[in-house]
Structure formats: C-alpha cells, structure tokens
C-alpha cells in the first residue's frame, strides 16, 4: 500500500520567482534605452512637424528648428555615454564643482552683459564661441547630483543640524536666483524635487509641511505681483473673463486634442499648428501630437511615460540599501522628467493655469533637451547597477 506524501512546493515557488525576477531585470537596461530612444525619436519627429511652418515663414529652411535640437541631442547622446565610464567617486566629486558652475551661470545671466531678455524673462545665456543655453536647466541637474551626493554620506549626519540646513539653504539660494529670472514654474518644479529628495535622505514629512508652509506666504506675494500671472490665474479661475487671451490658448489646444480623434490626422497634417496654437513647437506641442496622432498616439505616449517613471522607481528601490547615491540619483531624475510631463499636459488640457514648462523629449529648446538625455544617461547606469544587485 502507498503512502501519501505531502509535497511542499514552496521552495519551486521561489525558484520561479527568482528565475522571473532575475529576467526581468536583465530586461530593465535593455528595456530602458529603448524607451528613451522612441521618445527622442518621437520627440524629434514631432517638433520637425510642428516647427517647419514657422521656419518657412520666417525664411528659414524647413529642417532649422530640428537640426537645432538634432545637435543637442547628439551632443547629449555622447555625454551619457562617455557619463557611463565615470567612476562614481569622481560623479560625486563633481557634483560639487557642477553646483558651483550652475550657480556662477545664474549668476552670470541675471547680472552680467552675457545674459539675454526674452519677453520679459532673463533666462538665457549667450557666451562667446558657444550656443545659447538656460543655465536654470543645469542647476536642475546640478541639485540632483549634489543632494543625492550630500544624502548618501554617512559623515554629514554626525552634524544635524548642518544636515537639515545646508540642503534647504542650497535649494532656496538657487530657487531664488531661478524665480529673479522670472521663470516661476521652474522654480516650483525645482523646489518640488529638492523637498521630495530630502523627504527621501531623511527629513520628517512635518519638517518638510512647515518649511512649505514658510515659503507659501511670500510665494503667494510673489506671484500676485506680477500682472500677467494675476491674469493667468483669474482666467483659469474664471473662464469667459478673457475670451481672446489665456482662454482662447488653451481653448485652442483642446479643440486640437479634439481633432486628433483615434488615430489622429497623420504626422504633418495637422491644421492648428498653422498659426492657431500658440508656442506650438514649445508648451502646446502636445496639443499638435495629439492632433497628428491621435488617442492612439497620445496612449502610446502616456505608456512610454510610465514605463520610463516604473523603471526609474523600481530601480531606485532596488538601491535603496546598497547605494543611496544611485537610489537618489534615480528618484531626483525620475520625478524631475514625470513632473515636468504632467505640469506641461494639465496645462494644454486646462487643468493648470497656463503657464511655460516644456515637454520633455519634444518641446524645443536644446539645454533641456541636452540635460534630460544627461540625466537619462545617468539613470540607465543606475538600473545598470540595480540590476547586478538583483541578481548578484
């Protein structure tokens, strides 16, 4: 007579789920270098669309604006590899010496004769022998690099009180000097990843509510004092007061979204990049993708968007024992990219006030563009390296 045996599976289950874990890991690399190329290439793909109206208009050749943002990107393409070689001692090391240059840049452009006017905001640097940048765009990357830097060594806790202070007054120094270059939203999307970087090396959250509760009275004051920020505030709060102005912008963007239906126009066929959408190939251009490409197009996107921010998070996890500098280094760049594509769409959707934040990966403007390829380059080591942990 047979006996019964009872079998235990548990030890097959985690085998399979090492095994599982273990290929999906190995894919992450992989996985995320295609994902940011279909976005470079979408990106690009879409500002030629939506550019070679105006550079025909204004005597330009048709490919102006895209050749323009094609260097950038390749020029950022070569930093994230060469980035890729860095020994991490030396990216921490320069971490330091970027802050002291992005400071010196903003400083530069809001008091030397090398920083440039345009409509009002003081945001561009022209130095001799190179093309125009926006230095607020390297102090982005300069404040993830040095906060996830000053988070990860151990030698910084052994003095609190230095601890808690040099971040905040390194965030509100730079936030200052960003906010006199009139670029307010830029100066929250900075505060915003500064403050998540520091819940995350370690601050409490009631820290963090009191110090945001500090700088909302004069934020507040600063923003109402500025006639074109009133304005964009009463018409987002009341719609109909300025039937031709902000409203008419975003009304416009959404009967663009509209337009595009399912499977949109075609790339190149859209009709409201034509003179209709205002800054088409800046802050609405998600407005001409979705009309060119449809719901399809902007759920291929949105996809695109979730996969870079799954990937970005799960590696940040993965390091969060192991390597606190790449486990910040993944969270700083991950929710500076993802917030920046929120602000921008709720801003074409009607959701925010209008307001001027690119679109990361489309919208034209070389130093971001460059930047973020940087930061991509930066975030593919981390997974790299997440990766090895996982299966080591």
Known sequence: MREDRIVDYSDYRETLELVRDRNEGALSPFTFICVTLIL??????????????????????HYYFILKQGIFALLGLFAAIIINYIPEKWLKISSYLLLALSFILLLLTLFSPFGVSVMGARRWLDLPLIPSFQPSEIAKLALILFLSTFFSDEKFKKY???????????????????LMQKAYTTTILFL???????????????????????????????????????????????????????EWQVNMSLSAIKEGGLFGKGLGNGYYKLGSLPEVQNDFIFSSFAEECGFV????????????????????QRERIRNKFFSNL???ITMMIIIQVLINIFVVTGLLPPTGIPLPFFSQGGTNLFVIIIECGLLYRVIKDSVKVRNG
């Not at 109206?53 to 050749?61: F, H, N, R, V």
């Not at 808690?164 to 730079?174: A, C, E, G, M, R």
């Open 40 to 61: 470079i290439l979408m990106g690009g793909l879409t500002l030629y669309s939506a550019s070679y109206p105006e550079a025909i208009s204004k005597g330009l050749p």
């Open 160 to 178: 609190l009180g230095w601890y808690y202070l040099i971040p905040i007054l390194i965030i509100l120094v730079f936030s200052a000097l960003i």
């Open 192 to 246: 915003l990843t500064g403050l998540i970087l520091c819940l995350s090396g370690g601050f409490k959250l009631r820290y963090i509510i009191t110090f945001v509760a500090f700088l909302t009275p004069p934020a507040l004051f600063l923003l109402l004092s500025e006639s074109y920020r009133v304005k964009r505030i009463a018409s987002f709060l009341f719609p109909g007061l300025d039937p031709t102005g902000l």
């Open 297 to 316: 197009g902007i759920f291929i996107l949105f996809i695109l968007f979730f996969l870079f921010m799954v990937l970005g998070m799960r590696a940040c």
């Open 330 to 332: 993944a969270l700083g």
